[in-house]
């Protein structure tokens, strides 16, 4: 957009202006500009081009306008991962309205306290779910897909257009929640231009394409789901949606669609590798996957290559606050293996001490970030936000993710655990995560999770895989000090996981409750 604002930004040997005012529907529109009739969005049901997704939420745009939606009114949205959800994320966008999409999973007793905190003037849910979310959200309109969709398609076979709405780059486009696992579920309030910002730095290093297809595992309730619709559109690349697919018939998907890139968690690339073994030597178009959400076990980053040749697995890290802190580009894999990345172009990644003085290089302390795609806080939550983003001291806001960690001469950033993840056992301090690394390097050990010890409970360690829990103890005291080695093993057939592919140490805990070291 020429004469408009823009913040500096690099990659490897070039420049480049990642926008902070384009809004979330401008990546749209730019793509349907420049490919209107490539593929933009697939689902079970079918495909729709750029210019079918753009006429779609236009239409989404005016039937909005005709409810009586309007600017900075939230309209959240129960439904699985389809083409009409991202018709709707868009055409929301539009009417400078807020999405708030939730998990299909989530139960009524976190809906409602969600609902309580968005207060939204619109609600859609699948057509089964409408009684039951009126009675949890009353005195607001419920409405179910099927009522709402042929609505929309005759606006869109109409070609209705609404009046227009004036949509700013610091208005809300999305309030995304995070895992209500441990307490009431928070919102982080996503701006349009933060969005746009962090999607174009985050493909200055992955580099989506137009050749690319993007299957998505992941429901777009969740950030990591909700950036591959916007990436796509930077990369006018597909959109494959597989959220809700079975995990058993991933390896076969990825297959028949011709996926070019595979957005992963540990546990999905887990099974994926698992059923590359089972089913082996067929072609593939897979270039690229990308992880998130947990450290992913060198062996099953090699299991990937060895059943995907030529495809590159890059590690991200991240937080919804942000979006994405750090991406560890390839070339920099070998120098650094043990490294989450280096921050995004344009934004700045350290570590600081308990008073908030920037660490040396090699030094542990909080990992703190700060740029343009740092969001503005969490809704109606002030308190959690002044301990999460504070003020920067050149302006601007450095989000104090609770993260734990260090960094390198280079700047390249290396994660340690979270403030929860860290604890001191026998006087030693350390982290989940460096056990669990210890644990998934012993072979026949496909994931693991480890328990920190608490009031009644040894530290204890979980794997998945082929191994006695001895021989897993054994294996653990010849990579680990003494006190770091833990006093429980337990061998499962699969560890329980969130709905966001993290260990849950809750189902954890009580899979120990009555047994002892």
Same mark, same amino acid.
């Given at each position: 957009?020429?004469?408009?604002?823009?913040?500096?930004?690099?990659?490897?040997?070039?420049?480049?202006?990642?926008?902070?005012?384009?809004?979330?529907?401008? %990546?749209?529109?730019?793509?349907?500009?420049?490919?209107?009739?490539?593929?933009?969005?697939?689902?079970?049901?079918?495909?729709?081009?750029?210019?079918?997704?753009?006429?779609?939420?236009?239409?989404?745009?005016?039937?909005?306008?005709?409810?009586?939606?309007?600017?900075?009114?939230?309209?959240?949205?129960?439904?699985?991962?389809?083409?009409?959800?991202?018709?709707?994320?868009?055409?929301?966008?539009?009417?400078?309205?807020?999405?708030v999409p939730v998990n299909t999973g989530m139960k009524?007793?976190?809906?409602?306290?969600?609902?309580?905190?968005?207060?939204?003037?619109?609600?859609v849910v699948t057509d089964p779910a409408v009684d039951?979310?009126?009675?949890?959200?009353?005195?607001?309109?419920?409405?179910?897909?099927?009522?709402?969709?042929?609505?929309?398609?005759?606006?869109?076979?109409?070609?209705?257009?609404?009046?227009?709405?004036?949509?700013?780059?610091?208005? %809300?486009?999305?309030?995304?929640?995070? $895992?209500?696992?441990?307490?009431?579920?928070?919102?982080?309030?996503?701006?349009?231009?933060?969005?746009?910002?962090?999607?174009?730095?985050?493909?200055?290093e992955l580099g989506y394409r137009p050749d690319d297809?993007?299957?998505?595992?992941?429901?777009?309730?969740?950030?990591?789901?909700?950036?591959?619709?916007?990436?796509?559109?930077?990369?006018?690349?597909?959109?494959?949606?597989?959220?809700?697919?079975?995990?058993?018939?991933?390896?076969?998907?990825?297959?028949?669609?011709?996926?070019?890139?595979?957005?992963?968690?540990?546990?999905?690339?887990?099974?994926?590798?698992?059923?590359?073994?089972?089913?082996?030597?067929?072609?593939?178009?897979?270039?690229?996957?990308?992880?998130?959400?947990?450290?992913?076990?060198?062996?099953?980053?090699?299991?990937?290559?060895?059943?995907?040749?030529?495809?590159?697995?890059?590690?991200?890290?991240?937080?919804?606050?942000?979006?994405?802190?750090?991406?560890? =580009?390839?070339?920099?894999?070998?120098?650094?293996?043990?490294?989450?990345?280096?921050?995004?172009?344009?934004?700045?990644?350290?570590?600081?001490?308990?008073?908030?003085?920037?660490?040396?290089?090699?030094?542990?302390?909080?990992?703190?970030?700060?740029?343009?795609?740092?969001?503005?806080?969490?809704?109606?939550?002030?308190?959690?936000?002044?301990?999460?983003?504070?003020?920067?001291?050149?302006?601007?806001?450095?989000?104090?993710?609770?993260?734990?960690?260090?960094?390198?001469?280079?700047?390249?950033?290396?994660?340690?655990?979270?403030?929860?993840?860290?604890?001191?056992?026998?006087?030693?301090?350390?982290?989940?995560?460096?056990?669990? $690394?210890?644990?998934?390097?012993? =072979?026949?050990?496909?994931?693991?999770?480890?328990? =920190?010890?608490?009031?009644?409970?040894?530290?204890?360690?979980?794997?998945?895989?082929?191994?006695?829990?001895?021989?897993?103890?054994?294996?653990? $005291?010849?990579?680990?000090?003494?006190?770091?080695?833990?006093?429980?093993?337990?061998?499962?057939?699969?560890?329980?996981?969130?709905?966001?592919?993290?260990?849950?140490?809750?189902?954890?805990?009580?899979?120990?409750?009555?047994?002892?070291?």
């Open positions: 957009m020429n004469g408009q604002p823009t913040a500096r930004v690099r990659t490897d040997a070039r420049t480049h202006d990642a926008r902070t005012d384009a809004r979330v529907h401008d %990546l749209l529109d730019e793509a349907t500009a420049e490919r209107p009739n490539a593929p933009a969005v697939a689902d079970g049901a079918g495909r729709w081009t750029y210019r079918e997704l753009t006429a779609h939420s236009h239409a989404v745009d005016a039937w909005l306008e005709e409810r009586g939606i309007g600017h900075g009114d939230r309209v959240l949205v129960q439904l699985p991962s389809t083409r009409e959800l991202l018709a709707l994320l868009y055409g929301t966008a539009r009417r400078g309205a807020v999405l009524d007793f976190h809906l409602r306290a969600v609902v309580e905190n968005s207060e939204p003037a619109l609600i039951r979310i009126a009675a949890l959200a009353e005195g607001v309109p419920v409405l179910g897909l099927g009522e709402v969709w042929p609505d929309i398609t005759a606006l869109r076979v109409r070609g209705a257009r609404s009046g227009g709405a004036e949509v700013g780059p610091e208005d %809300l486009a999305v309030l995304v929640y995070t $895992s209500g696992s441990t307490a009431a579920p928070k919102a982080v309030i996503c701006p349009h231009g933060r969005m746009v910002f962090a999607t174009e730095a985050i493909n200055l297809v993007v299957l998505c595992r992941f429901p777009i309730s969740w950030d990591y789901g909700l950036y591959k619709v916007l990436l796509t559109a930077v990369g006018r690349s597909e959109l494959v949606l597989a959220d809700g697919e079975s995990d058993l018939v991933l390896l076969r998907r990825i297959r028949e669609t011709g996926a070019t890139v595979v957005p992963i968690v540990p546990s999905l690339a887990t099974m994926i590798v698992a059923l590359a073994e089972r089913e082996p030597s067929r072609e593939s178009r897979v270039r690229m996957f990308t992880n998130t959400g947990a450290a992913l076990p060198k062996t099953t980053a090699d299991g990937l290559r060895t059943a995907f040749p030529g495809a590159e697995v890059i590690i991200q890290f991240g937080q919804t606050e942000c979006k994405r802190v750090s991406v560890l =580009p390839p070339a920099h894999q070998d120098a650094k293996p043990d490294s989450v990345g280096r921050p995004l172009p344009g934004t700045r990644a350290f570590v600081v001490d308990d008073d908030g003085n920037p660490l040396a290089p090699w030094q542990t302390g909080e990992i703190v970030v700060e740029g343009p795609h740092v969001m503005p806080g969490y809704w109606r939550a002030p308190e959690q936000t002044a301990r999460a983003f504070r003020p920067a001291p050149d302006g601007g806001l450095r989000l104090h993710t609770g993260d734990f960690g260090h960094v390198d001469e280079d700047g390249f950033l290396y994660y340690e655990g979270r403030r929860d993840d860290m604890f001191k056992h026998k006087g030693v301090r350390m982290s989940t995560t460096e056990i669990e $690394s210890a644990a998934t390097d012993i =072979p026949g050990v496909r994931a693991a999770a480890v328990l =920190p010890p608490a009031e009644g409970r040894a530290l204890a360690v979980f794997a998945e895989g082929d191994i006695d829990p001895h021989a897993l103890l054994k294996e653990l $005291s010849l990579r680990l000090e003494p006190a770091k080695v833990p006093g429980v093993s337990r061998v499962v057939g699969e560890l329980p996981l969130t709905p966001h592919g993290k260990h849950d140490r809750k189902q954890l805990a009580r899979l120990l409750e009555g047994t002892s070291p």
